[in-house]
């Protein structure tokens, strides 16, 4: 099968852009599949730090495509920001950076509504990066949406003011906000010439020519399970499909493609915005977690919640993503805990349970902790799974026995070597 997917496991931020980036040259191309600019995704190599919004992770290989697939949203202004930084650091993206005509354009007015929304919910607020997701989703499923291929049209401007008065007759709904929409709109119209200049392509048959040729795709998911707008912990969610369904219908590929499912996760747990997080640490070692893990996010720079690996919340992503091999990442993040800790069930209601109940954004449950021995010891020489300490291999075979998936990448560090491989035939 010629299509693998890569996808977070928890609540986002678990180091896609890392592993995407690190696998990429396995690849002919490299394909988002849905979100938007409320992604971060963090790459760093030779010293250097970046971090990808709307361009998949595989832009900094040569000679790798890159595709802004059907069901991603495009902020044409932070793309034109992205390109920019591209071009600085010298890189050849012409040729190989490719957008659907499909994918959906986020409006300044998008933005406003969001802001304006998030505004009026008060304390049940969602924490939304406010880049305007939620409000272009819904004019996508609403049958209102603008997409990238209508910017070539001659009435482009005409629906484009029919969609805005449309917004900012909504926007009266919520309470009065700041939005300099006239700025905000000269910067946007600014930034579609050079979205006209770019490779726009009908990415169905685009990614279907390409997988004919014999190419390989890496499928790039933005967000989490945990994040997807029906499995997720709803209302606190992203608006897209973030599990694997989502890669076939953000580019147009059937299920029958899709081979390996790379799934991501940290070997602990964050959440960055409002919403359910049962293992969370609101302590002096949530606060560790947070310190030692850099745990700020790559968009909005909020500080990200921190607590231990939730078992149940895993098997559930692994089971809805039918993920074939683990990616576990951050795991120098433990080196000095002395002990560290694993929800194995959730206790409610007097009863145990290992599945994620459909009310858990209105009952508190309590996490079933098991403990396991840290290794309090650098990982900065190891160079091979094999001679992890042994702590660090015991806590990771538990991760693999409990979820019942091979791990096959232990990410030791935020740099692309740090990482070690690990056979996944010997794993389980
Ligand atoms: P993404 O959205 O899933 O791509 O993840 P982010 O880039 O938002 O957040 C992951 C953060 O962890 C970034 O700052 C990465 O540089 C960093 N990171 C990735 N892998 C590791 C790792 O194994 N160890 C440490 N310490 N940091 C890592
Ligand atoms: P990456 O791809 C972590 C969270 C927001 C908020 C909720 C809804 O970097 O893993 P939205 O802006 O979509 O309306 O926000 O989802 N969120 C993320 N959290 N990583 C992300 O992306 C996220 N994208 C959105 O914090 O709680
Ligand atoms: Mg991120």
């Not at 406010?130 to 070539?152: A, C, H, Q, S």
């Not at 951050?330 to 560290?340: C, M, P, Y």
Request: aromatic content about 8%; overall charge negative.
């Amino acid at each position: 099968m010629a299509v693998d997917v890569l996808l977070g496991l928890q609540w986002g931020d678990e180091g896609k852009g890392k592993i995407v980036d690190f696998l990429a040259n396995n690849y002919g191309m490299v394909a988002r599949f849905q979100g938007g600019p409320n992604a971060g995704h963090t790459l760093k190599f030779d010293g250097q730090k970046f971090v990808l919004h709307t361009i998949p992770s595989g832009i900094f290989r040569e000679g790798l495509l890159n595709l802004i697939g059907n069901g991603v949203v495009v902020d044409p202004v932070t793309l034109r920001k992205e390109i920019h930084n591209l071009e600085k650091l010298g890189i050849d993206y012409r040729d190989r950076l490719m957008v659907a005509k499909k994918a959906h354009l986020i409006l300044p007015t998008h933005r406003y509504l969001d802001a304006a929304s998030e505004a009026s919910k008060g304390k049940e607020k969602i924490g939304s990066t406010l880049k305007g997701i939620g409000p272009t989703y819904m004019d996508k499923t609403g049958r209102n949406g603008l997409r990238v291929g209508d910017i070539m049209l001659p009435e482009f401007e005409q629906k484009y003011k029919i969609l805005r008065s449309k917004h900012i007759h909504l926007g009266k709904l919520y309470p009065d906000i700041e939005f300099e929409l006239e700025k905000e709109e000269t910067a946007w119209m600014e930034s579609l010439e050079l979205l006209r200049s770019l490779k726009l392509v009908d990415g169905e048959y685009f990614i279907q020519e390409f997988l004919q040729k014999g190419h390989k795709v890496l499928a790039e998911g933005a967000q989490g399970s945990m994040l997807d707008i029906d499995f997720g912990t709803y209302p606190y969610v992203t608006s897209s499909n973030t599990v694997t369904a989502g890669a076939c219908t953000g580019l147009g590929i059937s299920p029958r493609q899709i081979g390996e499912v790379i799934g991501v996760t940290k070997a602990y747990c964050t959440r960055v915005g409002g919403g359910p997080f049962p293992t969370e640490l609101e302590d002096e070692t949530g606060e560790t977690l947070r310190r030692e893990g850099a745990e700020f996010g790559a968009t909005t720079g909020r500080p990200r919640r921190c607590g231990w690996l939730d078992l149940p919340q895993l098997r559930y992503s692994i089971m809805l993503n039918g993920v074939t091999q683990l990616a576990v990442t951050k795991i120098d993040v433990l080196n000095q805990f002395e002990e560290i800790k694993v929800a194995t069930a959730y206790r409610y209601d007097g009863k145990m349970t290992d599945q994620l109940p459909f009310d858990l954004c209105d009952i508190k449950v309590e996490p079933v902790l098991e403990s396991f021995p840290g290794w309090e010891q650098s990982l900065a020489e190891v160079s091979e799974y094999e001679n992890l300490p042994l702590p660090a291999k015991r806590y990771l075979e538990a991760m693999e026995h409990r979820s019942g998936v091979p791990i096959s990448m232990v990410s030791t560090g935020p740099e692309r070597q740090e990482l070690l491989l690990k056979s996944v035939s010997a794993a389980v």
